[in-house]
């Protein structure tokens, strides 16, 4: 079965400590990877998205990903989190084998302090 | 702005009625997704189009039936409405291989 965990159902940092969302997925093919947010009564926007090739990938706002095999991770990192982050922030899985539809994680919701 | 549309924004109507979801994919945009999130389910797939064609299937109920018109924008129709339903409904599209774009979601409340 394909699914996505994010153990964090809220985070709060500081503005400007880093942050970092975890995100683990199991998925029966080549899975595609991505990170959205969604700001209170917003739609979902995507931030990043990990295909193929270096594992290390770089998003909008400052927001980058790793994707790590061995673990089945795809964790979400920011070295300096602004107040403007806080939102939530859904991390998804699919593939072309599935259609493209994406499963979604239940989100981690993000606090920051001032 | 991720040139998905969704019409209407909001919908508040009552328990056993019917209501139709508008959605305008991206210009070039081939296949359109409808998710349904709410607070105990989370983000849920209902069902994918591409080009007129039913793609996939997730979690949609009977009551629930969408389609996509030769223009490409879709609707999902949404009958015998129960409590239950309330939910935020999204809508995105994409070209294959690319990643999915969303609309800004229709919040339906079921009274």
Not at chain 1, 11 to 39: D, H, K, M
């Amino acid at each position: 079965a394909q699914s996505v965990t994010q153990p964090d159902i809220h985070i709060t940092v500081s503005e400007g400590a880093s942050l970092e969302l975890r995100c683990n997925y199991s998925y029966g093919a080549t899975p595609y990877l991505f990170w959205y947010v969604q700001s209170p009564g917003q739609g979902l926007q995507l931030l990043l998205k990990y295909f193929s090739g270096d594992t290390l990938v770089q998003g909008i706002k400052g927001f980058e990903a790793e994707f790590k095999r061995s673990q089945s991770s795809f964790n979400l990192r920011k070295p300096s989190v602004h107040w403007s982050d806080a939102a939530e922030y859904f991390c998804a899985v699919g593939s072309m084998e599935y259609g493209n539809k994406l499963v979604f994680g239940a989100g981690t919701i993000l606090r920051v302090k001032s | 702005d991720s040139g998905v549309t969704q019409t209407p924004k909001h919908l508040i109507t009552a328990t056993g009625q019917r209501v139709t979801l508008r959605c305008s994919p991206r210009s070039g945009d081939l296949s359109v997704y409808w998710y349904q999130q709410s607070l105990d389910q989370g983000l849920q797939f209902l069902i994918q189009y591409y080009n007129g064609e039913e793609r996939a299937k997730g979690n949609i109920l009977e009551r629930f039936s969408a389609q996509q018109f030769p223009d490409l924008h879709s609707e999902l129709n949404l009958s015998s409405l129960e409590l239950g339903d309330s939910a935020l409904y999204f809508c995105a599209s994409s070209v294959s291989g690319s990643p999915l774009h969303f609309g800004n979601g229709t919040r339906l409340t079921v009274t």
